[in-house]
């Protein structure tokens, strides 16, 4: 904006020419003037970027053609991506501004962005007319909030509603402790505090800036405006606050979608041109991606050293819209950085909206360099997200990794394989909210049939980015998650149940029923000291805290203390010690943990079920006196009964049947066999189990991929 002494008269002459003034989007390629013509008219770039036809010049957010201050003849100007321009004869410039038409077609500009931004109001009201826009123009407060900026504190006055133009907010709830949560986050084009505006209630959390961001507040009296002279806009405020909601019923923090991705290597040896190359084809499926780092960006602005300009420099301003322009023309814009670049480093970290952290699985875990200036930039507030991604060379499980999470904060990290596309795969898919978890639930053998499931699912390409279970499911998916193939997995479960045995060790009933030295044997065999943070694709298990009477959740730490705690049987096995708290069958509490792994950053949730609503090992006319069974034990006859182990297990998992119920329908797809024929304890029948779970898992693989619902699922090579 021009700080001319009458710019109050421009600013007047800017709103009468307004009027009269239409923003028109051209196709990328579209020739906007050509080279040589006289400057006729002002063209005002308001979206998008132009490139010269003769140069390597590029424009976005600026008068691109004719002043009238002299007559001057144009360039040839070309639409490098979908653009809006507004076009403004000159004569009629310096008819409204007689010797400032360069100084009016400044404030056109300015009030042109503004009032594209405010289409976005769109999110809350529903489609305005251009009368609409400009009253809430006119009329609304313009907040410019920086990135740490508090917008709104938990316990304000609902007195006005907001709506996020640019930039990314975080809404943190502040519980009586002292302890915050983040409810959700919240990207351009979503409102921000309509429900304590509409209900007259305080803030139900406070609400800050990401990275900068701008927003639009509008206040009661607007608002009630705006739905007394368009009806249609209270409909649409009334289905925006339904699915908000229901969305915040689920109990799913609510994600809004990731655009800007800063890549920041953790060391010089990190190959980080070649992650970024793979990183954003990966991502590619989901949609256009931007990769851009400091030399491009010279080169492409033909400026040496822009990029690392400072960001209250004089270029900061043409840089910042340029950025702008990439992340509205694609949905991704992944920023590579690099230690040569501090400059690059802080600007990316500042219009970041996850920040992953990329070192190598075999390197030096403490703290570098350019994460302190990363630290700097992010300051107390910190980034959305941080990932970390640790590059391996070879196909040994992992080691270590609590070294690396201890010395920084990350909200989740990936291992990948060089080798392995598939691996990059899954960090993008994370970053796409496509991620494809897969839910293993507790049954005792029947256990056996989720061998199937993973059988029929890597054959069919469908990828799972995180796994997680509960009992005889947990220890299912910790194997799946170790690298271990189902013929693998088969084997070890023939090995265990079939032969060693474990479960038919009886002792002296003063802690339980069965002794603990083979089954930690077997435990040992199958995870040894393995951690679950070196496990190659994430993962949880559940068990019951018997101390504290709650779920507890296994996310990281010894993967045997985890799986032995979660298929602990109570009052069959010893509960496990987890410090000076005891922890049994996770079955108690949760069965089948869906909503847990649709909170872990899952897009599609895979569930296996093989519990069963009706038990034949429980269906009796009478139950046989002890005298008669002690008495078939003796002849070595066979008679039917319900030993103690099956009653307890069965026991414990009615106590989640109503949970399992709500879980199983949450489920984006659901495997179910039926496994009625087989008993909780038929161990032996391990083979005939798997081989039901694969048969049904095939027959409903192929029942969704005809009825279409395997298409928001990428699909992988086999093999990857």
Not at 2 to 22: E, K, M, N
Not at 362 to 369: F, I, L
Not at 466 to 491: F, K, N, Y
Request: charged letters at 25%; aromatic letters at 4%.
């Amino acid at each position: 904006m021009t700080s001319d002494p009458s710019i109050s008269a421009i600013d007047v002459a800017a709103r009468g020419l307004l009027r009269g003034i239409a923003v028109r989007t051209a196709a990328t390629g579209t020739l906007l003037c050509e080279g040589g013509s006289p400057a006729t008219e002002a063209i005002l770039l308001v979206n998008g970027i132009v490139e010269a036809v003769d140069g390597p010049e590029v424009y976005t957010r600026q008068l691109i053609a004719g002043t009238g201050e002299p007559p001057v003849f144009v360039r040839g100007l070309r639409a490098r991506t979908e653009v809006r321009v507004a076009r403004v004869p000159v004569d009629r410039l310096e008819a409204a501004a007689p010797g400032q038409a360069a100084a009016l077609t400044e404030v056109l500009l300015d009030r042109l962005l503004r009032r594209e931004l405010v289409a976005n109001a769109s999110a809350i009201f529903g489609d305005l007319d251009g009368q609409a826009l400009a009253d809430i123009d006119d009329a609304s407060d313009w907040v410019d909030l920086k990135r740490g900026g508090i917008l709104m504190r938990q316990g304000d006055t609902g007195d006005r509603v907001f709506v996020l133009l640019s930039g990314r907010l975080q809404a943190v709830h502040e519980g009586a402790n002292g302890a915050s949560r983040v409810v959700g986050d919240i990207a351009a084009g979503e409102t921000v505090g309509e429900m304590s505006f509409f209900t007259g209630e305080p803030r139900s959390a406070t609400v800050r800036a990401v990275r900068d961001s701008l927003l639009i507040g509008l206040d009661r009296a607007i608002v009630d405006r705006l739905i007394a002279t368009r009806p249609s806009a209270m409909r649409h405020i009334i289905k925006v606050q339904i699915d908000r909601v229901r969305r915040a019923n689920s109990g799913v923090p609510l994600r809004a979608p990731l655009t800007n991705i800063a890549v920041v290597p953790l060391d010089d040896l990190v190959p980080t041109g070649q992650f970024c190359r793979d990183l954003a084809s990966a991502l590619e499926p989901f949609g256009a991606v931007v990769h851009v780092d400091a030399e491009r960006l010279d080169q492409r602005l033909q400026q040496p050293g822009l990029a690392d300009s400072p960001e209250d420099g004089p270029e900061s301003t043409r840089l910042a819209a340029w950025l702008e322009e990439l992340e509205r023309a694609a949905r991704f814009v992944v920023y590579e950085t690099s230690a040569r670049h501090p400059g690059w480093v802080a600007r990316s970290i500042s219009r970041a909206d996850c920040v992953v952290l990329v070192g190598r699985g075999s390197g030096d875990p403490a703290p570098t360099e350019i994460e302190r200036i990363v630290a700097r930039e992010e300051g107390e507030h910190g980034a959305a997200q941080r990932l970390l991604v640790l590059l391996h060379d070879d196909e040994a499980l992992p080691s270590g990794t609590s070294r690396w999470t201890a010395a920084r904060a990350v909200s989740r990290h990936h291992h990948v394989r060089l080798s392995r596309p598939g691996d990059i795969a899954r960090v993008a898919r994370f970053l796409a909210d496509r991620a494809v978890g897969l839910v293993l639930g507790a049954g005792g053998a029947r256990g056996f049939a989720h061998i199937g499931v993973l059988r029929v699912l890597q054959e069919a390409g469908i990828p799972i980015d995180l796994v997680a279970g509960t009992s005889m499911g947990s220890a299912m998916a910790a194997q799946h998650a170790m690298g271990w193939s189902p013929d693998r997995i088969m084997e070890t479960a023939d090995d265990v149940w079939n032969r060693i045995r474990p479960h038919t060790e009886y002792t002296l009933p003063l802690l339980s029923l069965v002794r603990g030295q083979s089954a930690q044997k077997c435990g040992e065999m199958m995870y040894g000291t393995t951690c679950i943070e070196d496990l190659w694709l994430p993962y949880f298990c559940v068990s019951a805290d018997l101390t504290d009477a709650s779920m507890y959740v296994h996310r990281d730490g010894s993967l045997l203390l985890a799986v032995t705690a979660s298929s602990s049987l109570p009052a069959v096995i010893v509960p496990t010690q987890a410090g000076d708290h005891l922890l049994c069958d996770g079955s108690l509490f949760n069965t089948l943990p869906v909503n847990l792994a649709r909170a872990s950053g899952c897009g599609t949730v895979i569930a296996s079920r093989v519990s069963v609503p009706q038990d034949k090992d429980f269906v009796y006319e009478q139950i046989p006196s002890l005298r008669e069974v002690l008495g078939a034990k003796l002849r070595r006859r066979p008679l039917r009964y319900p030993s103690i182990m099956s009653v307890l297990l069965r026991s414990s998992m009615l106590a989640a049947v109503d949970q399992e119920n709500k879980e199983s329908l949450s489920a984006d797809l659901l495997f179910a066999p039926a496994l009625e024929q087989f008993g909780l304890m038929e161990f032996t029948a391990l083979k005939q189990i798997a081989a039901v779970g694969e048969a049904d898992a095939r027959r409903q693989v192929a029942e969704w991929q005809a009825e279409g619902r395997l298409a928001r699922i990428p699909r992988e090579r086999t093999g990857e």
